[in-house]
């Protein structure tokens, strides 16, 4: 079974036992614009919570991605190199932006919203 949660920042994480799908929201490809460029991390690379791993370029703005996770990096998605703009029309499904393998499980627990928690947050901005 998959859990799928909300960050502060913007970002989306599905959960299915420890392998873990990282992607931004909705919301957040609104406020970015058109997305021109994304530059993706490295497959195997060991990422930290906190520490941007991604940046993601619109017409407005660049803007770093921040792991929501601690884990290792088994896939990115190599079709946002060619087409970003996959973000634009599908953010929280098919333009997820990397899989990571995690090791600690309890790292859920704090920090993170249900849907009804972040469409609360977002009114609020």
């Known amino acids: 079974m998959s859990k799928l949660m909300y960050t502060k920042e913007h970002e989306w994480v599905k959960v299915e036992g420890n392998k873990v799908t990282v992607g931004i929201t909705n919301h957040a490809q609104d406020q970015l614009g058109d997305i021109v460029f994304v530059e993706l991390p490295e497959v195997d690379e060991e990422v930290e919570k906190g520490d941007d791993f991604v940046v993601i370029e ?28 996959l973000i634009n029309e599908d953010a929280e499904e098919n333009a997820w932006i990397a899989k990571f393998e995690i090791e600690d499980t309890d790292q ?12 609360a947050l977002i009114e609020e901005e």
């Open 58 to 85: 619109s017409v407005k703005a660049a803007a770093d991605v921040y792991s929501p996770v601690e884990g290792t990096i088994v896939e990115v998605n190599e079709e946002l190199e060619d087409s970003p703009e």
């Open 108 to 119: 859920f627990e704090e920090g993170f919203m249900t849907l009804e928690e972040y469409q």
